[in-house]
């Protein structure tokens, strides 16, 4: 029978709630604390981890999972809240939190998600500059059109120059890094040809959502 971890993951520690024995303990959210983590976890029992997605500070927990062969699901904050509300556990501690993601996962018998590999992780922090880069340029394009003095207009060109050509050089480490995998290559191929999507969206598309692994030509 499986047993379910609960996980809240902060800058500074995991909290982990064991489900099975109710069980709880809290390790720092470094390389060694994730260490100790996976040694209390053990691998006798087939085991979910369910944590929320934390933007940076999940990125040692998810990968040391994954590299493991771990079962995990990793669950939007708002579903996570949504859950706690429908159960009435809505006292917010690192350990209730704990408790109520394990009980999240038993409940509502989440499935585990592909492991996000080490080219996809590198890929997802390309992908998060760019979107970066180009609300810089959105706003950038903004502020031209109301300056009045002539170095601040050529300050903001200069500025829009660079911008571009960050986005070039994103653009080029993204091409690359997806042209070295032979599966994401083969997904590119595919994705390309389907009207509407764009190279850039394709990328977008391979990026943030690891389950296309499956997608394969449908016939017409």
């Not at 100790?36 to 944590?51: D, E, N, S």
């Not at 990968?63 to 949504?82: D, E, F, M």
């Not at 590999?117 to 810089?136: C, F, H, P, V």
């Amino acid at each position: 029978m499986q047993d379910t971890i609960g996980i809240d993951v902060s800058k500074e520690g995991l909290d982990a709630y064991r489900l099975s024995d109710r069980c709880h303990a809290r390790f720092a959210n470094d390389r060694g604390g994730v260490k100790a983590l996976m040694r209390w976890i053990g691998g006798k029992t087939p085991t979910l981890i369910v944590f929320e997605a934390t933007g940076a500070y999940h990125r040692q927990l998810e990968t040391t999972l994954a590299a493991r062969g771990v079962a995990y699901a990793k669950v939007n904050p708002r579903q996570a809240r949504r859950f706690a509300e429908a159960t009435g556990r809505l006292a917010k501690t690192d350990r209730v939190d704990a408790a109520m993601l394990a009980r999240m996962g038993a409940v509502l018998e989440l499935d585990a998600q592909p492991a996000r590999t080490e080219i996809l992780q590198g890929l997802k922090d390309l992908m998060t500059a760019r979107r970066a880069l180009i609300k810089d340029r959105t706003a950038a394009l903004a502020r031209q059109k109301v300056l009045a003095s002539s170095l601040l207009k050529r300050q903001a060109a200069a500025r829009l120059r660079q911008i571009e050509g960050h986005l070039q050089e994103l653009d080029a480490a993204i091409a690359h890094a997806v042209g070295r995998d032979a599966l994401l290559s083969q997904k590119l191929a595919i994705l390309i040809t389907i009207p509407g999507i764009a190279e850039a969206t394709a990328f977008a598309m391979l990026i943030e959502m690891p389950e296309l692994g499956s997608l394969d030509r449908q016939p017409a």
